[in-house]
């Protein structure tokens, strides 16, 4: 069973601090994922890594894919109060049983 | 226009009852979904089905038996409903085998049993 440990469970920051949210697992995976969840809604997609030592930023989200692909990392600069949310990292096994594996996410609440 | 919509959004049951929660997609998808978000809101796996055949079955218990008409639709029949049924379940889909393609996820039906 291919397992996604991400940590922290909870983090509580001020607005203006940065952050990393860290994703990590024993197997390797075709790809990684990052999908945001707010209350009430389902999961939405931030960003795709496929390729080892890959970095993608998005506005002040920076992802990165580490080069063995079995971790990533988040790192979110002068996080807004429009930032808190559930923060899952999620794994992709691909060929015929193509799969989604989800880390137990992040929740991040940006204070004032 | 939803994307992947799931009715109903929210479902109060007693034990024992049985129940049916459905989904749509109206991307094209050829690949469709059933999640389980427990109350620690991890989300696991339950079925995964493509062009109306079941991929993946993540050892649910019978109880829970997944119907899909056709590409567009994914339906969650629950016999027997028990207190640790209680979660939220979201439909997604995906078109292909992309390793770069993206999961919808419809906005999750939360079901109590009580």
């Known amino acids: 069973t291919q397992l996604l440990e991400q940590s922290p469970q909870f983090l509580s920051i001020q607005e203006g601090e940065n952050l990393t949210v860290y994703c990590n697992s024993s197997s390797v995976f075709s790809s990684l994922q990052w999908y945001r969840q707010e209350p009430g809604e389902g999961p939405v997609l931030l960003v795709t890594?496929?390729?080892?030592?890959e970095v993608k930023k998005l506005k002040r989200l920076t992802f990165q894919f580490g080069d063995a692909r079995k971790d990533s990392s988040l790192h979110i600069t002068a996080a807004q109060t429009g930032d808190t949310g559930l923060y899952l990292c999620?794994?992709?096994?691909?060929?015929?049983?193509?799969?989604?594996?989800f880390g137990k996410g992040t929740l991040l609440t940006v204070n004032p | 226009d939803t994307a992947v919509s799931q009715t109903p959004k929210y479902l109060v049951t007693q034990m024992g009852n049985d129940k049916s929660i459905k989904c749509e997609q109206n991307l094209g998808h050829d690949t469709m979904y059933w999640y389980k978000q427990d109350s620690k809101k991890f989300l696991k796996i339950m079925f995964s089905?493509?062009?109306?055949?079941?991929?993946i079955n993540e050892t649910v218990p019978n109880r829970f038996s997944p119907k899909s008409p056709d590409k567009a639709h994914l339906n969650l029949h629950i016999n027997s409903l028990e207190l640790g049924d209680s979660a939220v379940y979201f439909c997604a889909s995906h078109y292909g085998v992309a390793m770069n393609t993206e999961a919808f996820f419809g906005q999750g039906t939360r079901l109590t049993v009580v």
């Open positions: 890594v496929v390729t080892g030592g």
């Open positions: 089905y493509n062009n109306k055949e079941l991929i």
């Open positions: 999620a794994g992709l096994s691909g060929g015929s049983n193509y799969k989604l594996t």
